[in-house]
């Protein structure tokens, strides 16, 4: 069944940088896509990083290419998002999943509880 946890999230100011990471257990963490969602008060998830199993493969949402970065250390069993050029609009519940398809966004695997981060003008 499998658990993840997101950490990581906190109160920053516009411009900076902050990395998100996500700790999974109780699957074969090495062998699925792993990726990071977003959810705006009100609004559905949405889609936006997404990692292969080896990390070959990065997929980004276009209002997050270039400023954040995903990577994934399969010996920890954890997958980060590194946030940088950071915008208000940045602000949300930032949400892990495990065992996604990274073209549809379709996740099969456990979800994390969510971690805030919060992007001050």
């Known amino acids: 069944q499998g658990h993840v946890m997101e950490s990581g999230g906190d109160l920053v100011q516009a411009g900076k940088s902050l990395t998100l990471s996500c700790t999974a257990s109780g699957f074969r963490f090495g062998d699925v896509a792993m990726g990071w969602f977003r959810q705006y008060p009100g609004k559905q998830r949405e889609g936006i990083s997404c990692?292969?199993?080896?990390?070959?493969?990065?997929y980004y949402a276009d209002s997050v290419k270039g400023r954040f970065t995903i990577s994934r250390d399969n010996a920890k069993n954890t997958v980060y998002l590194q946030m940088d050029s950071l915008k208000p609009e940045d602000t949300a519940m930032y949400y892990c999943a495990s065992d996604l398809d990274c073209k549809s966004w379709e996740v099969f695997g456990p979800w994390g509880q969510g971690t805030q981060v919060t992007v001050s003008s």
């Open positions: 990692i292969g199993w080896s990390g070959g493969s990065t």
